[in-house]
């Protein structure tokens, strides 16, 4: 399951807006026959991809095989034909599933589909790590918004600025991070002070990769999470400025947040927005004497 894991963040990119998922098959005596992984929206999933990767000799080694699924195989009629009858045709003798797809069309069908046809199914295998892979997407279906991500930098006596000015709190290697977020991430969303005053480009410029859909937010043009559902944004950046993450947090619409802490002090400025108390700490790292600390809402 650790190689599903593995091979289904291969599809981060261009697998949305479907979910990432990877496949392992796997012979009686232990040995890999084939692996594969959903590589874009629109073509094989991963159990399509894992199946083509198995050698012709080695087909007959199938009707005792294990596939393990990070993600429950589909089992509807979408752009490409269900998994599981696939599995079904192929004759494995077992599946292994991470998680169950939380998506309407599925929800546990896949794998009763499987069990009808005399399949062992065993489901919850490293059934947290598979959640969280795909965490935008099952948020998105469940709460029909976008994964919120909060984001800012700060002083270590917890300003975002000098005296109202803009300060450069990142180094040049957690700017290249950011980028790489924002190369992941659908949409990112600044308010209207903070566009105004730093003309943001919030665009993907030290890194590889699309740019995120840019949105300012204002009186004139408040946040509209069912029109963002609409358009199939899975994920929602927020980067600024206080007010405006602060007014997140106070909503209780947060997912993740973000916060890089520099050794710089200033003697007055914008403070930084009050981590909710029910944050919980996901992940801490250094870079360049700069600490990032990962949050994550664990209620949702």
Known sequence: MRRCLQLATNGRQNAKPNPMVGAVIVSASGRILGEGYHVRCGEGHAEVNAFASVKKEDEP????ATIYVSLEPCSHYGKTPPCADLIIKKGVRRVVVGCIDEFAKV???GIQKLRDAGIEVTVGILEKECQLLNRRFFTYHRLHRPYIILKWAQT????IDDHG????ISTPFTKMLVHKMRAEEDAILVGRITDEREHPQLNVREWVGPDPLRMVLDHEHP???QRLYDQQIQSLIVEGGAKTLQSFIDQDLWDEIRVETSPLKVDDGT????IP???VITDCQEYDGNIITYYRDTKK
Do not use: H, S
Request: aromatic share 4%.
């Open 156 to 159: 270590e006596n917890g300003f």
């Open 107 to 109: 929800q546990g069908r």
């Open 271 to 274: 403070p930084a927005p009050i």
């Open 165 to 168: 000015k803009p300060l450069a």
């Open 277 to 279: 108390a029910d944050a």
């Open 61 to 64: 080694l199938l009707k005792e």
């Open 223 to 225: 946040l509209d999470l």
